[in-house]
């Protein structure tokens, strides 16, 4: 048996995302700009296209736009793939075949659900998952999935509390769920003083939107946002039983 050495050599957080997407059927990771989610999505895809049993694996990373996709993924796909023997790239299709098991990943656009519906996956990976429409999980990639109860990974930046949170929200809530939020002052990929000028250039909101994972920043025209955030930093918001016989005003 040869021994197939892919040249990817995961942070600790991959690492730590790897087992948990291994663990998890259904997965929704927020990391900051520049986390690395990428990376780890189109390895992870690999890895499950190589290693699967099932006849004929099929995989898709979707993102909002089929373009987008081409742009931020299909560079990676075939950089990973490229020492694997007898793979073939797809330019026009942006598909990978691999003829260890006749498997084989896709990227796809969500602009075009009509070519989605109808195929099955095995697994699959949304990429700004901010973006795209909750009618493309909810109508026709949650069914592409059922038949071989693949898995799915929503990989993400905030952009306000639309569809990505309360995926996040829902995932926090269900054991069968994995969630965790990756911010740029935690994870110390980026050097703090690229933060410190990114923080110099960019709005207070913009900032905590795309490197501090903030949901509440993006709200256009909250007044409180901000005030929320800080109040959520220091655990002075939390959940509690109401209290019928109390007037309440929200």
């Known amino acids: 048996m040869k021994q197939i050495v892919i040249p990817y050599a995961p942070r600790e957080i991959q690492n730590f995302l790897h087992e948990k997407c291994d663990t998890n059927r259904f997965n929704v990771v927020i990391v900051h700009r520049r986390g690395g989610k990428t990376v780890f999505a189109i390895n992870h895809l690999i890895r499950a296209a190589l290693t699967s049993s099932k006849p004929y694996p099929r995989y898709a990373f979707i ?14 796909m075939k950089q990973f793939s490229a020492t694997i023997p007898g793979v073939k790239f797809n330019e026009s299709e942006l598909r990978v075949d691999f003829p260890i098991n006749n498997s084989r990943i896709q990227i ?9 519906r109808g195929q099955y996956f095995d697994g699959i990976v949304c990429d700004e998952t901010q973006n795209l429409s909750p009618d493309l999980f909810d109508t026709i990639l949650r069914p592409c999935l059922s038949d071989r109860k693949g898995f799915a990974i929503f990989i993400g930046t905030p952009m306000g509390r639309n569809w990505f949170y309360e995926l996040h929200e829902k995932a926090k809530k269900n054991k069968d769920w994995f969630t965790k939020v990756f911010k740029a002052s935690e ?10 000028a990114a923080k110099q250039t960019m709005s207070p909101e913009s900032y905590e939107q795309e ?3 903030s949901f509440q920043a993006g709200i256009s025209g909250s007044y409180f946002g901000s005030t929320i955030e800080e109040l959520e930093k220091s655990g002075k918001v939390t959940n509690f039983d109401i209290e019928e016989d109390l007037e309440t005003d929200t």
């Open 211 to 213: 490197f501090e994972c």
């Open 108 to 116: 796809l656009g969500g602009e075009n659900s009509a070519a989605i």
């Open 63 to 76: 993102s909002p736009f089929r373009l987008q996709g081409k742009s931020t993924a299909w560079d990676y």
């Open 187 to 196: 994870t110390n990929i980026i050097a703090q003083d690229e933060l410190d």
